[in-house]
């Protein structure tokens, strides 16, 4: 599964890891990516989205025919 999010875009950054003596070496912090399955009524299908934890709020708040439509709009396939 690759670790970014079809709704917000969020995917891994990068950036180092600094001990105490300040020895840099490189890591990445990924998002809290999870697959989730919705009832889409207008299509009267399912659909499975690889989403973020924050995407999940968003889609609580704005619904998940408005979300997908978002989706739809930055080229990704639902």
């Not at 299509?43 to 889609?59: D, M, N, P, Q, Y």
Request: aromatic share 6%; proline share 4%.
């Amino acid at each position: 599964m690759s670790a970014h999010c079809q709704l917000t875009g969020a995917a891994p950054v990068f950036g180092n890891a600094v001990s105490h003596s300040h020895r840099r070496t490189r890591r990445r912090w990924d998002p809290n990516i999870q697959r989730r399955r919705y009832w889409l009524p207008s299509e009267g299908r399912h659909v499975r989205l690889t989403l973020s934890a924050r995407a999940i709020k968003i889609i609580d708040k704005i619904g998940i025919e408005q979300a997908v439509a978002r989706v739809r709009a930055r080229g990704e396939r639902v």
